[in-house]
C-alpha cells in the first residue's frame, strides 16, 4: 500500500532533549515536506526536500533541522525542543514538486514541557 | 511574497444545501492554487488543483473551483452537501511549485 508514515504517533518530552520524528515513504517521491500545524494558524511549512541531499526552508524552519539521505527518509530533527515547538506535525511526499499531490502522513503530535 | 486569506474560520451549512468556501490569494507572479481537505484526526488530502488551463478546476467528492485572476481569488464550492463533507478545508499556494503557503483553514459543519 502506497503510504507516507511517521514516528512516533505521539510524544511528550522536555525541554531540550533532543528528538528526532522519522518519516518514511513508499513511493519512489522525490519531494518531501514537513509542516506543523496549530489551531488559528493552519498549516505552515517547516522544511521541504527536492531530492536526496536537497533541503530547503519554507515558511518556519527556526528550531529544526532536517536531512535526506535517503530518498525515502526525511527526518525532523529537534535539537533542544522548546514548549513553542508544541503541535502536530505532518510529513508530505509527492512525486516530484510541490505541485503535484502531496500525500500526508498520519501525524505527530508532540508536546514539549 | 505570496499569501492565502480564507475568509471564513467556520462555515455551518445545512444538509443537502449549497456551499461555497472563500480563498483569495496575492502574488507578484503567476501562482499555482489548491485546496486540500483534513477529515477529523487524519492528514490531508487533495481535493482539486490549478496549475493553468481552463479556470474551471473540478475535483473529487463533486467539489469544484474556479480561478479567478482578476480578484485574485480561488473560491470552493458544492452543489449540496453531505454529513460526510465535515472536515477542514485549506486553500493553498505556491508561486514556483515548491514552497507551499496554506491559508488558516475553513472548518465545515454540516447542519441536519
Known amino acids: 500500500e502506497a503510504q507516507v508514515t511517521q514516528n512516533p504517533r505521539y510524544l511528550i518530552t522536555v525541554t531540550g532533549k533532543k528528538l528526532t520524528v522519522t518519516c518514511s515513504q513508499n513511493?519512489?517521491?522525490?519531494?518531501m515536506s514537513w509542516y506543523r500545524q496549530d489551531p488559528g494558524l493552519g498549516l505552515r511549512q517547516i522544511y521541504y526536500?527536492?531530492?536526496?541531499?536537497?533541503?530547503d526552508k519554507g515558511d518556519v524552519p527556526e528550531g529544526y533541522k532536517v536531512s535526506r539521505k535517503e530518498k525515502r527518509n526525511f527526518p525532523l530533527i529537534l535539537e533542544s525542543p522548546s514548549p513553542n515547538q508544541t503541535s502536530l506535525y505532518f510529513c508530505?511526499?509527492?512525486?516530484?514538486?510541490?505541485?503535484?499531490?502531496?500525500?500526508f502522513g498520519p501525524g505527530t503530535r508532540l508536546t514539549v514541557l | 511574497a505570496q499569501s492565502v486569506t480564507q475568509l471564513d474560520s467556520q462555515v455551518p451549512v445545512f444538509e443537502e444545501a449549497p456551499v461555497e468556501l472563500r480563498c483569495n490569494y496575492s502574488?507578484?507572479?503567476?501562482?499555482?492554487l489548491f485546496w486540500y481537505v483534513q477529515y477529523p484526526n487524519q492528514g490531508l488530502q487533495l481535493l482539486l488543483k490549478?496549475?493553468?488551463?481552463?479556470?474551471l478546476v473540478k475535483g473529487i467528492n463533486g467539489f469544484e473551483a474556479e480561478f479567478n485572476k482578476s480578484q485574485t481569488s480561488f473560491h470552493l464550492r458544492k452543489p449540496s452537501v453531505h454529513i460526510s463533507d465535515t472536515a477542514e478545508y485549506f486553500c493553498?499556494?505556491?508561486?514556483?511549485?515548491?514552497?507551499?503557503?496554506f491559508g488558516k483553514g475553513t472548518r465545515l459543519h454540516i447542519l441536519p
Open positions: 508530505a511526499s509527492s512525486l516530484a514538486r510541490g505541485t503535484d499531490t502531496q500525500y
Open positions: 513511493m519512489n517521491h522525490e519531494y
Open positions: 526536500s527536492m531530492n536526496v541531499e536537497v533541503t
Open positions: 502574488s507578484s507572479v503567476s501562482v499555482y
Open positions: 490549478y496549475l493553468s488551463g481552463s479556470t
Open positions: 493553498a499556494v505556491s508561486d514556483h511549485g515548491d514552497k507551499i503557503i
